[in-house]
T-cell receptor, first 117, second 109 residues
């Protein structure tokens, strides 16, 4: 398996532009998580989906951020309009269906490094 | 919601020494506690995890302990090596995963 796939790996854009980050989870995994990582704030959970349904989006910083998961193999995180303070590494992670003992390992994608000028 | 605190934020040890990183959590319903290692420019990767029905788990040089009553858990790395240098994150899971702020471990040769 190729693991979690994210695209693009790097994105440089200008303030005010729309940015779309993409994620393909590992086949068979039914939960998907979007994280933002910065030096100042660490690893923040933005939103997560279970069986394609958004469960908790309380971490989404503002209405400028939106996420979708139209099917089990694809998710997007969109920022519109983007601002310099959105610059960060955005990770997508997926997990398989829960084990008898509860949740399991999250498998992270390589991340998208976003720079908003 | 869950709140995870991690200490110390930076840790420097001499090669061969032990390193200990501690985390506390707030939600007593959390039942899964993984530890991730993130090398510079790379993604976080799981190194060890523990569930709430277990007090201790060991995997070679790495061990994790969990005290559910006190709501804290710790990562222990023995016989540290330079390649252990990285940022380590603890996390606690109830309905979702919440991460600590990370500990930057430096192992000096």
């Amino acid at each position: 398996d190729a693991g979690v796939i994210q695209s693009p790996r790097h994105e440089v854009t200008e303030m005010g532009q729309e940015v779309t980050l993409r994620c393909k989870p590992i086949s068979g995994h039914n939960s998907l998580f979007w994280y933002r990582q910065t030096m100042m704030r660490g690893l923040e959970l933005l939103i997560y989906f279970n069986n394609n349904v958004p469960i908790d989006d309380s971490g989404m910083p503002e209405d400028r951020f939106s996420a979708k998961m139209p099917n089990a193999s694809f998710s997007t995180l969109k920022i519109q309009p983007s601002e310099p303070r959105d610059s960060a590494v955005y990770f997508c992670a997926s997990t398989p269906p829960g084990l008898a003992g509860g949740p399991g390992e999250q498998f992270f994608g390589p991340g998208t490094r976003l720079t908003v000028l | 919601g869950e709140n995870v605190e991690q200490h110390p934020s930076t840790l420097s040890v001499q090669e061969g020494d032990s390193a200990v990183i501690k985390c506390t959590y707030s939600d007593s319903a959390s039942n899964y506690f993984p530890w991730y290692k993130q090398e510079l420019g790379k993604r976080p990767q799981l190194i060890i995890d523990i569930r709430s029905n277990v007090g201790e788990k060991k995997d070679q040089r790495i061990a994790v302990t969990l005290n559910k009553t006190a709501k804290h858990f710790s990562l222990h790395i023995t016989e540290t090596q330079p390649e252990d240098s990285a940022v380590y994150f603890c996390a606690a899971h109830n309905n979702d995963m919440r991460f600590g702020a990370g500990t930057r471990l430096t192992v000096k040769p």
